[in-house]
């Protein structure tokens, strides 16, 4: 009599009875041990064959500021120079992966160097680009960083920390963004070449000079102090888009005196008149930079330079409710969570923008108070029958009253 022919993997080989679970195909069989891998082995591919990011639908620059008008307020000339640098910067990778870098035309990168108060969106503008890329993006604070040998970190540390974003895969952060924060910090202490050593000073921006142009850097995959029997990972930064970002407190009295506002003579005040002092950073140059402490290596490879008007009232009431992730929808979304529906009246998110105002602290003032006036209801609520709770102007002044109010000034004057 002829015997039944088991049913196996086409992979393993294994029959049914040495499988939990075998998967019938049209002409062959698959087991839940193989189907389990090659489920690994597929998502393993797809993350190292890029990461996201396809750089034929490479998007215009007119796409790329529409998109930042739906989670930024304001700042059009700082979008719209942000979104032709990048796209440049992208264009031109494409450029190079089709291999016509043999041409006589050589393009540069060209890094990006973002000048506003704090609160202004510096931060947000470069996160947001790098989530509508969907490339590798990293923030690091230049106040951290010294020079080699001293105690800190080193400015390699700063593509240490786009590895980890990368799963260490240096072809993907090769093709990421690093947004240096409070490159001001770093600025030089006097306005002369030190004769000793400026190791968080002029000694960091000697350091960052080879990442910012473009080199071969050996990186330090776990960050810290490099030592010889380490192992390292060689990344080329020629392909990293470099955004930085500061406040450059004070920088407005330099620019003052580059336009010589306080002229003194028959047209002082016609000469005064075509500047708005109210606004000084609008005519940020290169030299002011380097005036307030930036060594001229490191502004001339930050070629391109934008400024972030300061907030008025009406930008900040917007920076509340219109964009996607505003603060506002945010807490309505964590209370309907808890099936409680939260309503904020216009007099209330009035009294909030006036408290930011007056705590000049810009967009970043905003979501302290709103905190602090929630604090107390996002304790009670989730515990309590009501389901709906509205927030007016005597509300919030109240729950802010109860939170000490002179002490959160004080912090947010810090």
Avoid: W
Avoid at 161 to 185: H, M, N, S, W
């Amino acid at each position: 009599m002829a015997t039944k022919t088991r049913r196996k993997c086409a992979f393993c080989g294994r029959t049914e009875n040495e499988v939990s679970l075998l998967i019938s195909g049209l002409e062959a069989c698959i087991c839940d041990d193989c189907a389990n891998q090659a489920h690994l082995i597929t998502m393993e591919s797809q993350k190292q064959s890029g990461s996201g990011f396809n750089i034929d639908k490479l998007p215009k620059p007119k796409e790329i500021k529409t998109f930042l008008d739906q989670y930024v307020i304001g700042q059009d000339e700082a979008k719209k120079t942000l979104s032709v640098a990048v796209y440049n910067h992208y264009k031109r990778l494409k450029y190079l992966s089709e291999g016509r870098e043999e041409t006589d035309v050589e393009i540069e990168k060209s890094n990006i160097i973002m000048v506003g108060n704090t609160g202004t969106g510096k931060t947000l503008l470069a996160r947001t680009i790098a989530k509508m890329l969907t490339v590798p993006f990293t923030i690091v604070d230049a106040t951290v960083l010294t020079e080699a040998g001293y105690v800190g970190e080193d400015v390699e540390s700063l593509l240490s920390r786009l590895l980890q974003e990368c799963d260490y895969d240096p072809k993907r952060a090769e093709t990421g963004i690093v947004f240096i924060d409070e490159i001001d910090k770093i600025a030089r202490k006097s306005d002369n070449p030190s004769i000793t050593r400026d190791v968080s000073g002029e000694g960091v921006q000697q350091g960052l000079l080879k990442l910012l142009e473009g080199s071969v850097i050996n990186v330090p995959p776990y960050g810290g102090r490099k030592h010889p029997e380490q192992q390292f990972i060689q990344v080329d930064t020629k392909n990293i888009l470099f955004i930085c970002g500061g406040a450059f407190d004070g920088i407005e009295k330099r620019i003052a005196n580059r336009l010589n506002t306080n002229v003194v003579g028959f047209d002082a005040v016609e000469k005064s008149a075509k500047f708005d002092k109210g606004n000084m950073m609008q005519y940020i140059a290169p030299m002011d930079l380097k005036a307030f402490g930036l060594i001229p290596e490191i502004v001339g490879r930050l070629p391109i330079l934008t400024y972030l008007k300061p907030l008025d009232r009406m930008a900040l009431r917007d920076i509340l409710t219109e964009p996607k992730n505003s603060i506002i929808k945010q807490y309505v979304h964590l209370f309907k969570l808890d099936d409680v529906e939260l309503t904020f009246t216009d007099d209330a998110l009035d009294f909030i923008v006036d408290k930011a105002v007056e705590y000049k602290l810009g967009a970043r003032g905003l979501r302290s108070i709103v905190e602090s006036v929630m604090t107390e209801p996002m304790f009670e609520m989730p515990s309590s029958k009501v389901r709906k709770l509205v927030v007016d102007r005597d509300y919030a002044r109240q729950q802010l009253e109860n939170t000490n109010l002179n002490i959160i000034s004080k912090q947010m004057s810090e």
